[in-house]
């Protein structure tokens, strides 16, 4: 018989905290604390992703989930940190990222704070907060190098197989391990007869998501001979992820970013192919009888797929333009039946941010989209190094494909914000090797070569 949970606090009824999670907490806190920084990374991603989101404790009437106590752990790390040490700043800093992402957050507080004006929505809010630019800081100082993006990856692929045989285990036995921890169902979800898997994460859609959005990071792990093993035995269970979860998004998801890896030969082309996209919905929007994104309702790939739900979603966002613009709306339940429910990442930026928090969040995906393009760019022959670069793009792509299906909290933020950290590094240390050196110039190519050198170094925070 597994032990009973712990339960303390502020309020005894809502802190939930098993003793085995409560043990893996104070040795991975206890780990980010003492471990140099390039190793922190590991036990910080494996205690996010392996401990369900529902364990947390209650103090003071203020909720500290697990993943909370790992970011205040961090931060306090990083505060240790010395001004002028390595460690301490960012790096990899692409052009404008960081300062656009604060503003998100920022945006994001405000809007929130003003819509819902109440103590304890200010305090929750404070909470998203910290969970949302607290995981973001604490990523963006763990990973500031390509060494550091490898041994990333190293940590998803060990996730990836463990969270991946244990929804194999849901599948065979009806029965979901982390719901015996608490924070998580003990009974997986089953829809039209199939199980949906879900391992730690608070809903399966969000575990497949997890696995297919890693799929092209860890086929470049496999690139690198002494990582294979590693790499092989991630992409098996982020496969397992996306068939077990049996939901559609991950399926899509999946496929997303499959299509965006096989683009690589076209990879000279693609500005072609964007703006044929843009053309063929554009076109379609014209001659349909309903609006483009009705398409969205005709997706189904399980048989047991809310398509239509997602399409009524947007679809009252759109309409509902003037309720949502300014500040957010707090009373999007009230648009129909199950709108409660925002399985639409987009959909919930605008509803949480506004008209403002919307197109920052945009104006980030096109920043590192456009980095990652520009930075390809420079290094055009070297197949190495593109190929990094392609596959972070893909992964990036094949978030956008799920940021359709599903709203990205707790766990999937810290998933984001990981991929943003390693495309600023990838970026960064891309431009950094183009620019060369202002010693070995004389001084006419110096004058010309400083006003971009000044740039480049100037993006480091």
Avoid at 42 to 49: A, D, E, K, S
Avoid at 55 to 80: E, P, S
Wanted: charged letters at 15%.
């Amino acid at each position: 018989m597994a032990p009973a949970n712990l339960r303390f606090g502020g309020g005894a009824a809502d802190s939930l905290l098993h003793p085995l999670v409560a043990m893996a907490m104070v040795l991975a806190v206890i780990l980010i604390l003492c471990l140099p920084r390039r190793f922190i990374i590991v036990p910080f991603l494996i205690g996010v992703f392996s401990i369900p989101l529902g364990q947390v404790v209650v103090l003071g009437g203020l909720h500290f989930t697990v993943l909370r106590i790992l970011i205040l752990a961090g931060l306090a790390r990083r505060g240790m940190s010395r001004p002028g040490s390595p460690s301490a700043p960012f790096a990899g800093h692409i052009k404008s990222i960081d300062p656009l992402v604060r503003l998100w957050f920022a945006i994001t507080l405000l809007t929130t704070s003003l819509e819902l004006m109440a103590t304890p929505a200010l305090i929750k809010g404070l909470g998203d907060f910290l969970d949302a630019f607290g995981g973001y800081v604490v990523i963006r100082f763990l990973i500031q190098d390509r060494e550091d993006v490898r041994r990333a990856l190293k940590a998803f692929a060990v996730l990836t197989v463990v969270l991946g045989c244990c929804m194999i285990n849901e599948q065979v036995t009806h029965l979901n391990i982390f719901g015996l921890l608490g924070g998580v169902p003990l009974d997986p979800q089953i829809r039209d007869g199939k199980l949906r898997s879900q391992a730690a994460f608070m809903v399966y859609i969000d575990a497949g998501v997890f696995g297919a959005t890693l799929m092209p990071l860890l086929l470049w792990l496999w690139s690198h001979a002494k990582s294979r093993v590693a790499a092989a035995l991630g992409m098996a269970g982020a496969i397992a992820m996306v068939i077990t979860s049996n939901s559609s998004t991950p399926l899509l998801v999946f496929a997303g970013a499959m299509v965006g890896l096989c683009f690589w030969h076209l990879r000279t082309r693609m500005r072609f192919f964007r703006w044929g996209l843009v053309s063929t919905l554009l076109g379609l929007h014209l001659v349909m009888k309903a609006p483009v994104w009705s398409l969205i309702a005709r997706i189904d790939l399980t048989g047991s797929s809310s398509g239509y739900h997602r399409y009524y979603l947007v679809d009252n966002c759109i309409r509902h333009f003037s309720d949502w613009w300014l500040i957010g709306y707090k009373d999007y339940p009230n648009w129909g039946w199950d709108m409660w429910d925002l399985s639409n990442q987009f959909v919930a930026v605008a509803l949480t941010g506004g008209l403002a928090g919307l197109v920052v969040f945009i104006w980030i995906l096109s920043r590192s989209f456009a980095g990652l393009g520009t930075a390809r760019k420079r290094v055009t022959g070297e197949r190495k190094q593109e190929w990094f670069l392609w596959c972070l793009g893909a992964a990036l792509f094949a978030h956008v494909v799920g940021f359709f299906g599903c709203s990205y909290m707790a766990q999937m933020q810290i998933l984001l914000f990981t991929l943003w950290a390693m495309i600023s590094v990838a970026t960064f240390e891309t431009m950094r090797v183009a620019v060369p050196p202002l010693v070995t110039l004389d001084n006419a190519d110096a004058i010309q070569v400083l006003p971009q050198a000044e740039e480049l170094h100037g993006t480091v925070s």
